[in-house]
């Protein structure tokens, strides 16, 4: 039987040695670098040979044992393939569902591939040995390009720490959710892998540290959270919320005190701040980075002009509407109503979405036809059911205002234009985002109250009931981590009406509208949940009352559960199995997501 070329720790150990004394021509960081070639090399090597491996299997048993062993070789790869090779491992390891390129306006769908199509493969009735192999034989591709591609050569010391946070964030979203691994539910063990990974790699950069015992914390660290991950055999049964709150968070602040600890300069921002321990603070995000680069520096001033911006019924046409006529305060930035009101006193065809964390999306409006907030706004200025109105009315509008005037002077050089009134309504937008829920708090250890059955909730949130495959954590919305560069849509099959046999889905058509392609149809943006107490009722069109109604649905297997046959349907079809408790436990968890407004 083959086996694979592992370095151990004290392999590990040796290569450093070898590396750092051995050649005193190089500096530490040409060292430094070469060690972390030699290492990825060995790991990608290893991943390449148990693809080979795999492709060599006939059976289904062994076929599902050799693909677990070559996902373990993947893990080990994957903070450092995933940051220096991005599409690599996209290519590696994407979800199975065809992918729309809407780049370029042309109908292009290509299909997935990689391990997750294979996994898929695995359980088929007539089990697609060919199929399998065809897959594997890209894969190895993939890899054997890679290593011409040398993807380190551009390695800098800082991308340590980089590559391990975002690690540390993609087993908190996507990792313990089951998202990469949707069928096996082989998760617990890949998380292992991964952690073990981390470790790897950190001790490569042992000249780094001048308090050597930081690296031991971190090893002690990693040690728990991987003890932790053993003590479960079921992956339903997983405990994600203590794993978080006493792991990965106790992890990331010990990242933090590396960072000192090397005296590293970053040169620039991340969309996580650097100082940040929990990914559940109102401290974590660097809103800025989500922004456009012409964007004036956020302060008090300007988000108070912002919210003024946001109140303002002149803005409308006929004098009726304000941003906040459908995003109220009292109802997380909602209005109550199935569909939103038009200027008129009639009915837009969906439901208001709230303002609440909208900064971090890549997408806006149910269908993602605007990208960022600035270019939202303007959508809502021209519509004829809305402001029904011309920015530059309302630029003439402001002016008259001395009060705005003044104000735009102080944060704007520019005064009052159509991009800085955009700007300041989008900076009060952005400063929405109060992460400060009983969920929040208790998770990032500020608080020690949150309900077993929350807890529990979140747990079946992030396992069972796989609702964290779609609303990913910390934002619990579509948008991926840890790079947050894309918001993700998908076909659930949404009803017309409260049915639940022989249901019809609902008319609009969503992103289809402004991208005319079949795997298009139906499919709407994944908006957060945080705040759903307040936010009812649900779905792009309103169509349910209660959360209760919500989770019967998804506990159905979305549309196709209730007799709606998408075929482009993205939503698993399978019933999730939850009780009646189960449910009202994710409920609870939802409860616990809601948000302190008094300050908006």
Known sequence: MRTFFVLSKGAIFSLFAFLFWGCQSETNDDRLKKAFQIKFEADIQNCKESLELLQTQNERDSLIFYFKKSRLAFKQCEPVLSFYASSTYQALNQVNLPKIDEDDNAEKVINAKGYQVIEELLVEEHLPVKDIRKQITN??????????????????????????????????????????????????????????????????????????????????????????????????????????????????????????????????????????????????????????????????????????????????????????????????????????????????????????????QNAQFYDARSGGLEEQISAVIKNKDEFHNQIKNIVEVTKKRSEYVNRFKQNYKEGVTAKTVRNAIATYERSLLPFNSSFDQNISKQANNLSQDAITGFNLFM??????????????????????????????????????????????????????????????????????????????????????????FYNLGGGAGIGIDLPNQTLPPDSLGLSTQESEQIIAFLHSLTDSLNSY
């Not at 109102?282 to 988000?303: D, R």
């Open 139 to 360: 894969m190895i591709t993939s890899l054997d390009l890679l290593k011409k591609l040398q993807p380190l050569q551009k390695f800098q010391k800082h991308h340590i720490l980089w590559l391990s946070r975002n690690e540390l964030l993609r087993i908190s979203s996507l990792g313990i959710s089951g998202f990469d691994s949707p069928i096996l539910l082989n998760s617990l063990d890949e998380n292992k892998q991964a952690l073990e990974s981390l470790r790897d790699y950190m001790h490569l950069s042992e000249v780094l540290f001048s308090e050597k015992e930081l690296l031991s914390q971190w090893d002690k660290q990693l040690r728990a959270a991987s003890d932790m991950i053993t003590s479960y055999e079921n992956f339903n049964d997983f405990d994600r919320y203590h794993f978080i709150r006493d792991h990965i968070h106790s992890l990331l602040a010990t990242w933090v005190l590396i960072c000192e600890d090397w005296n590293i300069e970053f040169p620039f921002e991340q969309k996580i701040d650097y100082k940040t321990t929990s990914f559940f603070s109102p401290n974590t995000f660097v809103v800025k980075q989500f922004a456009p680069a012409y964007s004036s520096e956020s302060n008090k001033e300007l988000i108070a002009l912002g919210k003024d911006l946001f109140h303002d019924k002149r803005f409308s046409k006929d004098g009726k509407m304000s941003c906040a006529s459908c995003h109220q305060v009292d109802k997380a930035f909602t209005d109550g109503r199935q569909f939103a009101q038009t200027n008129s006193g009639g009915n837009t065809k969906r439901n208001a979405p709230t303002v609440l964390y909208t900064a971090l």
């Open 463 to 552: 396992g069972k009931a796989k609702c964290g495959t779609c609303h990913f954590a910390p934002v619990f919305n579509g948008t991926i981590p840890p790079n947050f560069s894309h918001t993700e849509l998908e076909v659930i099959g949404v009803p017309q009406s409260v049915k639940w046999e022989n249901a019809e889905v609902d008319k609009d058509l969503g992103r289809f509208d402004i991208f005319p392609v079949e795997q298009r149809k139906h499919a709407f943006k994944t908006p957060t949940v945080r705040n759903a107490k307040l936010t009812a009722p649900y779905m792009h069109n309103g169509v349910y009352q209660t959360l209760d109604d919500v989770i019967k």
